[in-house]
């Protein structure tokens, strides 16, 4: 099992930035990739970013893409997203989430273990 636990959202005006955390714990030897996700009220939740544990190779989606930027510090088990120039139609429920296998980065029925979300919301 992997735990995962978020941290580091928050209220930001639009055009701020905010940094959000993703602390892994368990067997996290089994972690293959890691990715963030976000749910916004009435939508289904989409796919944000991912990254390759060992690799350290990113994806994006299209409308974060030059703004948000996903890292990850192997020693300390931990991805970050540093989110940039965020817009009103960036907030939502932003899920961290852990696969130990293949299928498509962004897919969440490749990810295995998810966080309980951290709510980031962006005024206007």
């Known amino acids: 099992q992997v735990q995962l636990v978020e941290s580091g959202g928050g209220l930001v005006q639009a055009g701020g930035s905010l940094r959000l955390s993703c602390v892994a714990s368990?067997?996290?030897?089994?972690?293959?990739?890691m990715g963030w996700f976000r749910q916004a009220p009435g939508k289904e939740r989409e796919f944000v970013a991912a990254?390759?544990?060992?690799?350290?190779?990113?994806y994006y989606a299209d409308f974060v893409k030059g703004r948000f930027t996903i890292s990850r510090d192997n020693a300390k088990n931990t991805v970050d997203l540093q989110m940039n120039s965020l817009k009103p139609e960036d907030t939502a429920l932003y899920y961290c989430?852990?696969?130990?296998?293949?299928?498509?980065?962004?897919?969440?029925?490749?990810?295995?273990?998810w966080g309980q979300g951290t709510q980031v919301t962006v005024s206007s």
């Open positions: 368990g067997r996290t030897f089994n972690i293959y990739r």
């Open positions: 990254i390759y544990w060992r690799s350290g190779r990113t």
């Open positions: 989430a852990a696969s130990s296998g293949l299928g498509n980065y962004d897919s969440q029925n490749a990810y295995g273990y």
